[in-house]
């Protein structure tokens, strides 16, 4: 594991760090992200090599399902703390939110029973898109549940973000945008949209 | 947005289009071999300084790459992040990576008592309590806001360290050889990665600089 970390900075280093010395001396004082990100922890699924990041362009965070609580659900501080400083400290434009396919958190939100303990803390976090159930298409298929369940969960996301107050007023003020997007890397195709209108897939 | 996405997808087209034998593995499950936990600062994503490739790396961010402890109930995004690749995908490393010039370790060095600034921030950083009181005894000689606030960038890292080592699944794996704890912290600045592991023991090992 060590040499795999240090081979992975050296190559960074010598390809990127050391072939920008500008943006590195900009970076250095401060950042000045226009997009804040969320999306889901799975190791296929990494913002910045789908939608190709430069440092400095998104403030990310990443948590199972890419879910966000609302906000006056008390205990959830991870996800609040970060809209707070993306929000009102960093005032990032946008905001979007990712779902993507084969999502384990999606799937155990819509196979487990919730009654049932079956975890210490992945059933507590993934009962945040419980709404989900009310829009599902009642597919005997479990990929197509879990595939409308992924998209769903975004748009629940993208609810509770409006539950904000701060968030409430500056996407009234047009100061701040809020998108939804699904990945697939089963098909290499990426789904956007924004609350309310229709999806386009790339 | 719209016309960087459609930049994306024609690029991404291309590479999927180039590697579908890699993408079909990467549909049929994931198997990262590590856990990231790093920082959402925007200048500091673990897959661009640590070069990984999709499937490598299951990776949470949060506000100063912290990890609560498993007591603090109400804090579950984290610890679910941590059940579900320890238990479930059985990865053999977690990495905790910390950076310089962090705003979350910023706010908790200058954090005051009965002083509210940020609703949630000023809740959220003060996981890293421990590491500030360590950080300030490390700096006694040299009290200066810019060194508190660098040495807290690295003893915060430790102090999430020391709280993975609470969880009993986490505990266990490393007490069985199952899972390796590691310590990062990249100097953006400078251009420089610090490694070490940390041990069952709750010790750091020797420092390394790449």
């Known amino acids: ?37 969320f999306a889901c922890s799975d190791s296929r699924v990494c913002p910045t090599t789908i939608l190709g990041l430069q440092p400095g362009e998104a403030f990310v965070v990443r948590n199972i ?54 975890s210490d803390y992945i059933q507590d976090w993934i009962k945040i898109s ?7 298409n009642h597919s005997h298929d479990i990929d197509e549940r879990c595939s409308c369940g992924e998209k769903e969960s975004v748009n629940v996301s993208l609810s509770n973000l409006m539950t904000f107050p701060w968030i409430k007023s500056a996407v009234e003020e047009k100061k701040l945008a809020l998108h939804g997007g699904h990945y697939s890397f089963v098909t290499g195709t990426f789904q956007y949209w924004t609350p309310g209108s229709d999806k386009v897939d790339f | 947005m719209i016309s960087n996405l459609c930049a994306f997808i024609l690029a991404q087209a291309t590479i999927f289009r180039r590697n579908p034998g890699f993408y079909q593995n990467l549909a049929a499950g994931q ?18 300084i640590l070069n990984f ?26 610890s679910a992040a941590l059940e579900y690749a320890v238990r479930v995908l059985k990865v053999e490393n977690i990495l905790v990576i910390g950076h310089s010039r962090c705003g979350g370790i910023d706010a908790l060095m200058t954090l005051k008592e009965n002083t509210k600034r940020w609703r949630f921030i000023d809740n959220w ?37 020391v709280n993975l080592l609470r969880f ?18 990249y100097n953006l600045a400078e251009g420089s990665f610090e490694y070490w592991k940390f041990g069952a023991n709750g010790k750091s090992g020797k420092v390394l600089k790449f």
């Open chain 1, 1 to 37: 594991a060590e040499e795999r970390i240090k081979q992975g900075f050296l190559k960074f280093k010598n390809n990127f760090w050391l072939k920008n010395p500008q943006l590195y001396e900009k970076l250095s004082a401060g950042q000045s992200p226009k997009f804040m990100i």
């Open chain 1, 65 to 118: 399902a890419s879910m966000i609580p609302a906000c006056g659900e008390a205990g959830f501080p991870s996800t609040s703390a970060a809209l707070e400083y993306g929000v009102l400290h960093l005032k990032v434009e946008h905001i979007l939110v990712i779902g993507h396919s084969r999502c384990g958190g999606i799937k155990a939100l819509l196979t487990t029973d919730p009654e049932k303990k079956w």
């Open chain 1, 130 to 136: 419980t709404p989900v159930h009310s829009n599902q």
């Open chain 2, 31 to 48: 198997h990262p071999k590590f856990m990231v936990i790093a920082c959402s600062d925007s200048r500091v994503c673990p897959t661009t």
């Open chain 2, 53 to 78: 490739r999709p499937g490598e790396a299951f990776v949470v961010r949060n506000i100063a790459n912290m990890v609560p402890p498993p007591e603090q109930a109400g804090y579950p995004g984290t």
């Open chain 2, 125 to 161: 950083v003060k996981i890293g309590i421990p590491a500030r009181a360590a950080a300030l005894e490390a700096t006694r000689k040299n009290p200066s806001l810019q060194h508190k606030c660098r040495t807290c960038e690295r003893t915060s890292v430790n102090g999430s360290l």
């Open chain 2, 168 to 185: 009993s699944f986490v505990k266990e794996a490393v007490s069985n050889a199952k899972l390796q704890l590691h310590g990062g912290y």
